[in-house]
DNA sequence: TATATTTGCTTAATCGATTAAGCAAATATA
DNA sequence: TATATTTGCTTAATCGATTAAGCAAATATA
């Protein structure tokens, strides 16, 4: 039969004749309290299997330790494994996280904020869903005066911490490596310049094509959603060029995957007639044929490292948050594709 | 600057020289508070940016509103789609959801199951982990008298509601899709027998060729933990076999995969040579070359009916849980891995 | 031996929101 | 006009855990 009036410290009170009092600060135990009283109110506690309720300690202490966290979507190996790592840091540290996703809707990400913050969580983490211009909801995590670190999605703006790797530099990579590999005509199909990252891949890409002595062929740079859809379509256009690219350098692999599928329906050599370099470092790059460089982007460490960010800033006393920055440098997994 | 002191039912009440009680009904609309004072109180409310302490109001309700869902992992396309619309159909009816991982293991599970108790939610809605055999964990959550409810991952024994496939029955869709394209010889690479879902499925397979008048080969069932690795492995054995197998149906998609690549590396044509078929209808099974014929397993369908239990049973006066079985039926999607 | 300190508890207030009980004024009904 | 009902609030208790303040007994120190 289910039981369904859960022990208090009030019950375990009354079995013992002590006050409630005495019985906190036996379970957490306190030095005032003698050996003997903790031990009998330990062996009362697991009798009648006596569980705080959170929801009193939190309201009294006035800290839930709870994490929130905001993710576009989980079903992405990046995503997940970030808050693997996150969660195994905060976990040690005594805290619990809340995973939501926003779908890349702005909408809900309004909506989490909202859920999370009803929640009394003590902070949160997040990373930027594409939709999202408009910074007011993430001001108003601000103004409650608990920590935000924003992590891979992010935006200057807001002045607080960010957690993500070096999208500048990692064009620059990828671009170096093709340039190696004898490459002149390298293709962009890029993200939308409004969102950070994908401007600055675009930069990245522009400057490294000059540093290269290459010229710059605007028919080359797309931007564009990433989805496998988006690679297909703009793949297509750029076989039908008079001049065709010998390398195609693609912001997500699952675009990068649209473009491979096209390639590999024409019938055109990847690596030999075209080479192809995607990002993420999502599982299928490895298991497609020809199997697809891209870059990978250190999730573990970020999922660390932003866990860590949000402890040191859990425990000022005098909150104050600013924007700081830790970048990592990508690191670009060649196979197949670019071989 | 950050505004530390967050808005209390006081603080309005303080403004307009009224008592917080009446702040708080006026802000849920009581009958029995006139409109001007609800006019008044809301106004208040906005200049002063109150937001609800959750913690205080669960706490003397005795409700949470929270929702605690435990799947193995979210990073599946499976998983994060029945917790998409699990999400959808609980945030109309004003729950809110706690996801967690289990990672596939039983230490991780029990960790979960402890954290959302603690966070008093109303409700827990699982899947459960590869390595649970012990159930003891979740008998907890029953005798806290809040429903439970197992979806995909379930156990008879425990007594609760189950949503799930017919994975007897996908079997015999699988095997007669195969027997249909003329293969004679049909293994299986399958899980571990102690998960109920994968027992099921390989019963429904060994009954399906006794149906179809095909001797049972003990040489072509095999029981692993599904993993790309345990496909790669299985399969290459399977080609050492003298008598080698026309067709493969796998229990799981990246099992398939790593029994594909294995194929693709030694030249064997799939599907004219051996017939492939996975389950799960993962994206990637359309992505790869050959596309991989698998099972669909109505993740939507699933998150709205665990959702709609829940909520069914979270309204009962007097909580009474039993063996409650909802299963659909699975749904083949051929591709060219069995044309 | 007299005073100071430590030990081991209790008392009472508190975190914010909610709600049963109740009261006075306004309005309705007989 | 006298009584009943409704309206619109207030008062006070409550959900459970925590903690500042304090008290009496035990022990240590001068």
Redesign the interface.
């Known amino acids: 039969m289910?039981?369904?009036k859960?022990t208090t410290l009030k019950d375990i009170a009354n079995e013992l004749n002590i006050s409630s009092a005495a019985v906190s600060k036996a379970m957490h135990n306190d030095s005032r309290i003698s050996d003997k009283t903790k031990n009998e109110v330990k062996r009362v506690a697991k009798k009648l299997?006596y569980?705080?309720?959170?929801?009193?300690s939190?309201?009294r202490k006035g800290k839930?330790n709870?994490v929130g966290v905001i993710v576009p979507?989980?079903?992405?190996?990046f995503?997940?494994?970030v808050?693997?790592q996150m969660?195994a840091v905060l976990?040690k540290a005594g805290y619990?996280i809340?995973?939501?996703?926003s779908?890349e809707s702005f909408e809900k990400e309004c909506?989490n904020i909202d859920?999370l913050?009803?929640?009394?969580v003590d902070g949160i983490i997040a990373s930027m869903a594409n939709e999202t211009v408009d910074l007011s909801h993430y001001e108003k995590i601000?103004?409650?005066?608990i920590p935000l670190i924003l992590f891979d999605r992010g935006e200057n703006d807001l002045n607080v911490d960010y957690v993500g790797i070096n999208d500048y530099n990692s064009s620059h990579i990828i671009v170096t490596h093709l340039v190696e590999k004898g490459c002149k005509r390298i293709a962009h199909i890029g993200g939308y310049r409004r969102t950070r990252i994908f401007n600055n891949r675009i930069k990245g890409y522009i400057d490294a094509l000059k540093k290269h002595d290459l010229p710059i062929d605007d028919s080359l740079i797309i931007e564009s959603s990433l989805t496998?859809e988006d690679g297909r379509r703009e793949m297509l256009k750029f076989l039908k060029l008079k001049n065709r690219p010998d390398a195609v350098y693609v912001a997500s692999d699952y675009a990068a995957?649209g473009a491979l599928?096209v390639l590999?329906e024409n019938k055109i050599n990847v690596p030999n007639e075209v080479r192809l370099v995607g990002f993420g470092n999502e599982p299928?790059t490895s298991?497609?044929?020809p199997s697809i460089t891209s870059v990978a982007q250190h999730s573990k460490e970020i999922g660390r490292l932003t866990a860590e960010r949000f402890l040191s800033l859990a425990s000022q006393d005098d909150?104050k948050q600013d924007l700081n920055k830790l970048i990592l440098d990508a690191k670009l997994i060649v196979r197949d594709s670019s071989k």
Not at 51 to 56: F, G, I, K, R
Not at 117 to 120: A, D, E, P, R
């Open positions: 289910a039981n369904k859960r299997n569980q705080p309720n959170h929801l009193a939190a309201l839930s709870l979507r989980t079903n992405s190996n995503f997940s494994s808050i693997e969660e976990n619990n809340i995973i939501t996703q779908n909506k859920t913050l009803y929640t009394q601000k103004s409650n005066g496998l995957l599928q590999n299928f298991l497609v044929s909150l």
